[in-house]
């Protein structure tokens, strides 16, 4: 219950973050007040989807229930933090912004998810193995490099689409195409690491990297 609860509260986190980015005119300052979200889940220890999923190839096949649970938790939470914060201004972003993913041909959403999945794995491994002011460049780096690319977060088209009302097969087909995405990119650079002998899996023996994931409940 604890993990669900948690999940819930970052995707309210996640929903805080998209809502000040939305709300800010000038791109670059909203994108980089969209970090607060991932600062925030960091800190708290709190479960998000995109910072738990690149872990899969270094965790016991148990770990894989977590994160569906956390992604579940998260959009959960999103859709809380929509009806919260909805404004008309709020709304007519977020349709315009959702309008134009929805046009987006699937195999381009889905490789734009996959960069952001990268992107989110950088920043979640950085705060987990650095120390001091270290531990947050990755964080204030990668979220607003993946905002401005225009890259797919899964959590936060969640949001996004909650807070503009699209609740339509086509946007289903958005959420599990990003979400794929962002376990596909997520994995990669573990999965690498652990075919070239980098770091071992649970069932090879504890990773440097397992160890670290453990302690901060991510």
């Known amino acids: ?33 969209f970090t607060v979200g991932l600062f925030a889940i960091c800190v708290f220890g709190l479960e998000l989807y995109t910072g ?7 965790r016991r096949p148990k770990y894989m229930a977590e994160v569906a649970l956390a992604a579940g938790g998260n959009m959960i939470g999103c859709f809380l933090a929509s009806f919260a914060l909805r404004t008309d201004k709020l709304y007519e972003t977020a349709l315009t912004l959702c309008s134009a993913k929805l046009d987006q041909p699937y195999y381009r959403l889905f490789l734009l998810a996959v960069m952001c999945g990268i992107l989110m794995y950088i920043a979640v491994h950085s705060y987990k193995i650095q120390t001091g002011f270290s531990k947050l460049t990755g964080i204030f780096l990668c979220v607003p490099a993946f905002i401005l690319c225009g890259f797919e977060h899964s959590i936060a088209d969640t949001f996004y689409l909650c807070l503009a009302g699209i609740f339509t097969p086509q946007a289903a087909v958005v959420l599990v195409l990003t979400l794929m995405g962002n376990a596909v990119g997520g994995m990669l650079i573990p999965a690498v690491q652990r075919a070239t002998g980098q770091v071992a899996a649970e069932s090879e023996g504890v990773s440097k990297i397992s160890v670290i994931s453990e302690e901060l409940d991510l």
């Open 1 to 33: 219950m604890a993990k669900f609860l948690n999940a819930v509260l970052a995707g309210i986190m996640i929903g805080i973050g998209a809502t000040a980015y939305l709300s800010c005119d000038n791109k670059y300052i909203g994108a980089l007040l």
């Open 52 to 58: 738990k999923v690149g872990y899969i190839p270094l």
